[in-house]
């Protein structure tokens, strides 16, 4: 049973950083697999943020976090974080970690798409005050 244990996260001013991190366990480690993080405000629906092929770290950015965010992959402890920097008040959501552990040979294209992704966090709360 694939497991995702989300940390981090909190409140923090605009201009501020927060580092988020989701350890994986509970399947076919260390294989390479589409893993990165979701989010979704209150109201809106969930977009995708960032991920990483952890085979050869390609990493994918929505464009309104590029330059801002940073996605990391340690094999070593199969752990995902997302490094959090110039926050905006706009960046205010449940942050998600998502991982693809569909059937089959894993895909090394990770996309922006929820149905990629069949394994989610429990979510962690961002919020960023003006």
């Known amino acids: 049973q694939v497991h995702l244990a989300e940390s981090g996260g909190g409140s923090v001013q605009a201009g501020g950083s927060l580092r988020l991190s989701c350890r994986a366990t509970?399947?076919?480690?260390?294989?390479?697999?589409?893993m990165g993080w979701f989010r979704q405000a209150p109201g809106q629906e969930r977009e995708g943020v960032a991920f990483?092929?952890?085979?050869?770290?390609?990493?994918y950015y929505t464009d309104s976090v590029k330059g801002r965010f940073t996605i990391a992959h340690d094999t070593a402890i199969n752990t995902v974080s997302l490094q959090m920097d110039s926050l905006k008040p706009e960046d205010t959501a449940i942050y998600y970690c998502?991982?693809?552990?569909?059937?089959?040979?894993?895909?090394?294209?990770?996309?922006?798409?929820?149905?990629?992704?069949?394994?989610y966090g429990q979510g962690t709360q961002v919020t960023v005050s003006s």
């Open positions: 998502a991982v693809d552990h569909r059937p089959g040979p894993p895909p090394r294209l990770c996309t922006m798409q929820s149905n990629q992704y069949n394994y």
């Open positions: 509970g399947y076919d480690w260390p294989s390479s697999r589409c």
């Open positions: 990483i092929y952890t085979g050869d770290r390609t990493t």
